[in-house]
């Protein structure tokens, strides 16, 4: 019984460092062109460079663990705007709206969520440029 109880309390212990440790300072975990990288927000960098300080400037919070699609939609979106052709536009754009979407859908339960509201606007201004280009393309 003594020892059902510690595993259950260190179970807890794990879960519970697990939810709060606002990341992983295991280095960069995704790519982007050195660029955009400096002209996201700050709690996006960690996912982009090494060293960047754990603190509350550099950190998205109450927003759960599947909240980090938020920072790859915003490059993305970057992403689309240098793009010449239309369909790599657009390429980007759906993709960028999927990164928003999946945010959005995960983070339902976090309302006081810290990229909801950006991640809603976000969305909702993909949509209008993914509708301009569907428009310029129908116009030619």
């Known amino acids: 019984m003594k020892n059902c109880r510690l595993l259950l309390a260190l179970a807890a212990i794990m879960v519970w460092t697990a ?75 759906t993709q960028a709206k999927r990164e928003f979407e999946y945010t959005l859908h995960f983070t339902e339960q976090f309302p006081e969520c810290s990229v909801r509201t950006p991640a809603k606007m976000n969305l909702e201004r993909i949509k209008f440029q993914m509708d301009m280009v569907k428009w310029n393309v129908r116009k030619r």
């Open 19 to 93: 939810s709060v440790s606002a990341r992983d300072d295991g280095g960069p975990k995704y790519k982007a062109p050195p660029e955009i990288v400096p002209t996201l927000p700050k709690i996006c960098w960690w996912l982009y460079m090494d060293n960047v300080p754990n603190t509350s400037e550099f950190n998205i919070k109450d927003c759960g663990n599947f909240y980090n699609h938020y920072c790859p939609g915003l490059v993305r979106m970057k992403l689309a705007e240098r793009e010449k052709t239309i369909a790599a536009r657009m390429q980007h754009l």
